[in-house]
């Protein structure tokens, strides 16, 4: 319900460049919606909170929230390799990149936002984010059968999807979610992500910082 709100609350669905297309296979009209902190479009910077989420009540932002939360801290930290964790919080911690956030002031620790959308598919496409990706389905009802497949097309992979799966993957991979197995089922399609252009400030004017530099220093020698 609280990501279902999160559609209601946006005025129009977000349309994904030239390149990558959003489809529904149903008669609905397509809603698709990338909600949290952004890098700021057409001028420099980040935004924190995004507009979206001052539409909807602090209910269903604290239950997204803590599902992110969740995510993040039952699985990520827990079960992604460490050279994923460490480069992931040394980055954040060197940015100072803003996060998921409430209008009651909660963030994350790792990612920024969330995609959603109901009874879509994707074409194939990657993206350029700063870590692992995550990808789940919701399933309004009760089932444990198979309801959508997430797909790596050049590796030949289909990745069977039951409802509250959780995928991590590696988004620069192309990439795509089918269309669902049961047309009679909504389901919605859930990922978090974190971009590299929120980790760099989406401003290439701003001067390196004394720890920036050192690190700057450390990838130059390595890659000489």
């Keep these: 319900e609280a990501y279902k709100s999160s559609i209601d609350a946006a005025k129009s669905t977000l349309k994904r460049g030239k390149t990558i297309f959003i489809n529904r296979d149903d008669d609905d009209e397509v809603k698709y919606v ?47 390799e460490s050279t994923h964790i460490r480069h992931v919080i040394a980055g954040l911690k060197l940015s100072q990149a803003p996060l998921f956030t409430t209008t009651e002031k909660e963030t994350t620790s790792i990612y920024q936002a969330f995609a ?14 700063f870590t692992l990706s995550a990808v ?25 999807m039951r409802p509250f799966d959780v995928l991590f993957f590696d988004p620069s991979v192309p990439h795509n979610i089918s269309s669902r197995c049961r047309n009679e089922e909504d389901i919605y399609c859930l990922s978090f992500y974190l971009k590299s252009n929120l980790i760099g400030g989406n401003d290439n004017s701003l001067p ?14 390595h890659h000489a």
């Design 208 to 221: 390196l910082t004394i720890e920036e530099e050192k690190y700057l220093d450390l990838y130059n020698d």
């Design 116 to 129: 959603v959308g109901k009874n879509i598919y994707l074409s194939t496409h990657v993206d350029k984010d």
């Design 136 to 160: 789940t389905v919701i399933h309004p009802g009760k089932s444990d059968e198979v309801v959508t497949y997430f797909c790596f097309p050049t590796l030949g992979i289909a990745v069977p």
């Design 34 to 80: 990338c909600v949290g902190s952004a890098a700021n479009r057409g001028k420099k910077g980040c935004t924190a909170l995004h507009s979206v989420m001052q539409r909807m009540t602090t209910e269903h932002q604290r239950l997204i929230h803590d599902h992110i939360v969740a995510v993040e801290q039952n699985l990520y930290l827990r079960y992604l």
